[in-house]
């Protein structure tokens, strides 16, 4: 499914202008439904406008007081981007790192609020139960889940 964005890409690099690049991937993977990519693209286009190293994430400590500020205010808002399109598409589990980073713990709580017992729910229990993001919720799924006794021990 990437390759031909990747080959739509190679002219545009040749181009010189690395921001639509960037851009074109950014609206590539948002269409895909590639959230992790969108955020590493997000994350290199506010680098490239800031002048810093595309690839290699910077150490926020080094950098001049305003570019740090300003790269790390983009941060917080792409990781809660990214989190709620992930909870969009009902992946609590690849939502939770995101917004638990920004401190969004009420939005993963109330996902978590409207899971249905069913299959599949191990991260789930994990973090409403074991991380303490919705411990009522999470015990209750571990109820239906194993039964009581199990539930438990």
């Known amino acids: 499914m990437l390759e031909p964005a990747f080959e739509a890409l190679e002219p545009m690099l040749e181009s010189g202008d690395p921001g639509s690049s960037l851009d074109y991937l950014i609206?590539?993977?948002?269409?895909?439904?590639?959230?992790?990519l969108l955020f590493e693209a997000k994350l290199m286009k506010k680098r490239l406008e800031l002048g810093l190293p595309l690839v290699q994430a910077p150490n926020l400590g080094a950098l001049p007081h305003n570019v740090q500020a300003v790269y790390q205010?983009?941060?917080?808002?792409?990781a809660q981007e990214t989190g709620e399109l992930f909870l969009e598409s009902g992946d609590i589990p690849?939502?939770?790192p995101y917004l638990r980073a920004?401190?969004?713990?009420?939005?993963?709580?109330?996902?978590?609020?409207?899971?249905?017992?069913?299959?599949n729910l191990d991260a789930i229990i994990e973090?409403?139960?074991?991380?303490?993001?919705?411990?009522a919720k999470g015990l209750q799924l571990v109820i239906e889940k194993l039964g009581i006794c199990r539930a438990l021990t």
């Open 94 to 96: 690849k939502a939770w």
């Open 102 to 119: 920004t401190g969004d713990v009420q939005r993963v709580a109330a996902a978590i609020e409207k899971v249905e017992p069913g299959e």
């Open 27 to 36: 609206v590539r993977f948002r269409e895909s439904k590639e959230y992790h």
């Open 73 to 78: 205010q983009h941060l917080i808002a792409t």
């Open 127 to 135: 973090i409403a139960f074991m991380q303490g993001v919705h411990p």
